[in-house]
């Protein structure tokens, strides 16, 4: 089992940024692919950000170009640096394998965009 640990979170006003952080407790980014995740009051999750043992991203459409995520292998951590943050972009942000998140969710990290 993994733990991962997000954090970065916080209030921000529109066309900020944050940059996110996920911490896992294991040496795994080499071997899996991970991503961002988020989930708004009352939505589903949905997938932000991807990145492959490779080093390839992807992303959604509603955060290209405004996103990116990126990984450091030793420090077993995910990034996810957000610029011109939107009022929509308001969610609870979490990391998890990529495709199958199989690993217990951690406590997310609290995202808000509002002036």
Same mark, same amino acid.
């Given at each position: 089992q993994v733990q991962l640990v997000e954090s970065g979170g916080g209030l921000v006003q529109p @066309? @900020? +940024?944050l940059r996110l952080s996920c911490a896992a407790s294991r040496s795994i980014? +080499?071997?899996? /692919?991970m991503g961002w995740y988020r !989930? /708004?009051? @009352?939505k589903q999750r949905e997938l932000v950000a991807r990145i492959t043992s490779g080093g390839s991203t992807n992303y959604a459409g509603f955060v290209r170009g405004r996103f990116t995520i990126s990984r450091d292998n030793a420090k077993n951590t995910v990034y996810l640096q957000m610029n011109s943050l939107k009022p929509e972009d308001t969610a609870v942000y979490y990391c998890n394998a990529y495709p199958s998140p199989n690993w217990?969710? @951690? !406590?997310g990290t609290q995202v808000t965009v509002s002036s």
């Open positions: @066309g @900020g +940024s980014l +080499s071997i899996y /692919a !989930q /708004a009051p @009352g217990d969710w @951690g !406590q």
